[in-house]
């Protein structure tokens, strides 16, 4: 798995992720079928990850519409053969930030 810098989500959202990445990598080393976490790119769309960990499948939230257009152009750009996922919401009447986040 590759966990995006603090950074990146920056520029991505225009605001800094409600926890860093310190504290998401700890989280997320307690999560079940989490193998390996490896940090994700220094610098958005340049897509050195992908030669570092040479997935099979990406998977992206429901919301990365932006970020998928991106990684199709890449893998498109470099002959890449990596199937990509968008991952549902799950229950967002529910778990959605702007609920959570009240």
Known sequence: MALTLDEIVIKLKGRAPKFNFEQRLEHLKNVDHIYEIVAGDKELSSWNILDLVKPD????????RELQKDLLKHTKEKWLNIKIIVAPPFEPEKYHSSIINK
């Open 57 to 64: 499948v990406i998977v992206l939230g429901y919301d990365q």
